[in-house]
Every structure is written in structure tokens, then in C-alpha cells.
């Protein structure tokens, strides 16, 4: 067995025992809560842009397709919020406004490439999986 794959099973058993220590995935469970914060698809999105390093809004709204600006907005105001981003305004004229990750927000990076791994991993049931979907919706 390969290092990654002993990981991936560490990893696995790591989860089980979790939920076999919290019976109930309620609003008091910790992984509840983490996931009501940051499970969405723009909020992800958005954090995984920030990883690049310091984005100005336009920069945001070009990388991260459909976005519209009202919810790019919406979700970096709920980021700050969070303590997971930082807004920076300069006093220009017109106001640069920079976005930036906190180190609380950078601490989503290692959970964030074990998604980006199991994506890649799994690329071609994924694909298949998103187009019979969007052909449904």
C-alpha cells in the first residue's frame, strides 16, 4: 500500500470514529456547523481564487465563472464575516479595494486539496455524473 493510499484509509477510519463519538449530526455537531459556514459552492470557490494571493473584485468576478456580482459580494461579505478574508481599501480615487486570505482562512487549504485531489481522482465519474445532471435540469 502506497503512502497516499495508507493516508486515505487513516483518513477514512479518522471519519468513522468521529461519527461514532457524536451519534446525532445535529447543529450542535461541529462538523454541522463548519459545513453551514463554508459548504457552498461560491464560498469554495472564492477561498480556492484567494489561495492564488491578493485579488481586487474584478479579478474575482473574471476567475470564477457565472458568479454574478451581486453574490461574489454577498459571499466575500460573508467570508470577512467568518474571519476566513480580509478587505483592504485604499485611499484612491476612484478606492482600490483588495481581498486577501486570513490565516484562518488559509487553514481551509490542505481540506481544500484533499477535494481538489478526490476531483481529479475521480474525474471521469464526475464529469459524467455533472452532464446527465445539467441535462435534467
Known sequence: ???????????????????????????????NQSLALIANKWTLLVLMALMQGVKRTNELQKQINDISPKMLNETLKRLIDYKMVQRKVYPEVPPRVEYCLTKFGKSTADPLAVLLDWSVENEEILRSLFEQFNKKA
Open 1 to 31: 500500500m502506497t503512502h497516499n493510499q495508507e493516508k486515505k484509509v487513516d483518513n477514512y477510519l479518522r471519519l468513522q470514529q468521529s461519527f461514532l463519538l457524536k451519534s446525532s449530526l445535529d447543529t450542535s455537531c461541529i462538523l
